[in-house]
């Protein structure tokens, strides 16, 4: 994306109801590699109230963040339908941050407005947890 062209670029915002209703949807994004601390499959979520995105690990009590790296953001191969003219978005950004863009509406959205937030995360960990016990 060419520095001119990325002024051309607005952030897409979705509305409450839709950020509340996908963020208590069941289906998670696993991260491409496994924990560090526990190799158990990562949990993408939304850094408080942030653009960033980390990855919690599921063992459970442990939910431990794992920063999401650039080559792992772009393994991630999700679709993304743009919200005004339902092309797929490619994972090319005209501000910093990881999230997707439509070339052709000339708009964007983060990847982190999409994930549940973090204390989602923790909670579902969490809640493994006692059913181990
Ligand atoms: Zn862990
Ligand atoms: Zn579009």
Redesign the pocket.
């Known amino acids: 994306m060419r520095p001119s062209e990325r002024r051309l670029y607005e952030p897409y915002r979705f509305s409450l109801d839709v950020q509340t209703s996908w963020r208590t949807y069941p289906i998670r994004i696993v991260a491409p590699t496994p924990s560090r601390c526990h190799r158990k499959p990562s949990l993408l979520a939304q850094a408080s109230n942030s653009s960033f995105v980390e990855g919690a690990c599921t063992e459970p009590g442990c939910g431990r963040l794992t920063s999401l790296s650039a080559t792992a953001f772009k393994n991630l191969d999700l679709w993304v339908a743009?919200p005004?003219?339902g092309?797929r978005m490619v994972s090319e950004m005209p501000v910093s941050g990881y999230g997707f863009s439509?070339g052709?509406?000339r708009?964007y959205v983060f990847l982190a407005d999409l994930l549940p937030r973090h204390d989602d995360v923790l909670a579902l960990i969490r809640s493994q947890e006692m059913q181990k016990r």
């Open positions: 743009c005004r003219c092309r439509c052709t509406c708009l």
